[in-house]
């Protein structure tokens, strides 16, 4: 938890906060007593260690989701949202939509391990939660499961170094549709609906979805992209900080290994 505050304090510092110390305390305190009123009474003590007791109400791996809710706070308060979680994995674990989830937000949940979207329908009953592969193409692949879930994925290379590194067994592939992710936001998006926040861990993939989006057309208001590097010069030479700068999009954040983006309309 330690390296999470301090990995949350070099974030604030880069989205340029003075006193980021006194300002982040602050805010805690206004998300826990915001919890207090959102969160029903008799789920309140499930939560009580990650949330009400904790130094850093957080969900996600590293703190990511307390820090977006930062910005997002500072921009527009705490008042409920939309999100976009494309290989959602898990409805709570490893989540950066969960807090969101508890603030109030509803969402679109979208994960090609079937036994990950039934946990989504169980947790998370008021989202629309979808089992398909995303894709810049109709079609249908091999989906590569590795058993917990972290890792899983279309990409056969991607899932061999995971499962090597990790000493785990790669079960039978399973063919799963995926949809082009355009068309995913056609038919699942609520009409009128604009999307707060766009969550994408494809697992190898992301680069083919984010070139594909009509960012134009959807413009998320952040962007959090899961990526794995030594330092932030690792990401800027990435493909899609390419891409997602080409569109107006700034990094804000980074929590390894989250890339956080605001588009140029946003204010953090």
């Known amino acids: 938890m330690q390296q999470c505050l301090e990995k949350l304090l070099i974030a604030i510092s880069i989205s340029g906060l003075s006193q980021p110390m006194l300002h982040y305390q602050q805010f805690i305190n206004q998300l826990k007593a915001h919890l207090q009123q959102t969160v029903p009474k008799k789920e309140q003590k499930a939560y009580q260690q990650r ?13 990511e989701d307390a820090h977006l ?3 997002i706070h500072r921009r527009r308060g705490l008042h409920p949202g939309f999100y976009v979680d494309l290989g959602a994995f898990d409805p709570i674990s490893h989540s950066n939509t969960f807090l969101l989830h508890l603030l109030g937000w509803k969402g679109l949940n979208v994960d090609a391990n079937p036994r ?13 939660n979808i089992h398909a592969g995303v894709s ?4 249908t692949l091999p989906f590569f499961n590795v058993g917990i879930g972290l890792g899983s994925s279309f990409n056969e290379e991607w899932v061999k ?3 090597a590194k990790h000493n785990r067994t790669i079960h039978n592939a399973q063919e799963t549709y995926c949809y082009p992710v355009n068309t995913l936001l056609e038919e699942y998006l609520p009409e009128g609906t604009h999307i707060d926040v766009l969550d994408i861990d494809l697992e190898g993939n992301d680069a083919r979805v984010i070139k594909a989006l009509d960012w134009q057309k959807y413009r998320p208001s952040f962007v959090l992209i899961e ?3 030594d330092s932030i010069q690792e990401v800027l030479e990435t493909e899609f900080y390419t891409n997602l700068s080409d569109q107006g999009y ?14 140029s309309t946003v204010q953090p």
Request: glycine share 4%.
């Open 51 to 63: 949330v009400f007791d904790a130094m850093l109400p957080s969900f996600s791996g590293f703190g």
């Open 69 to 71: 809710l930062h910005i």
């Open 116 to 128: 990950c979207i039934e946990e989504f329908k169980s947790k998370r009953p008021k989202d629309i």
């Open 136 to 139: 810049d193409r109709e079609e």
């Open 161 to 163: 170094n995971i499962a």
């Open 227 to 229: 990526h794995h590097a």
């Open 250 to 263: 700034k990094i804000i954040a980074y929590l390894a290994p989250t890339v956080i983006f605001s588009a």
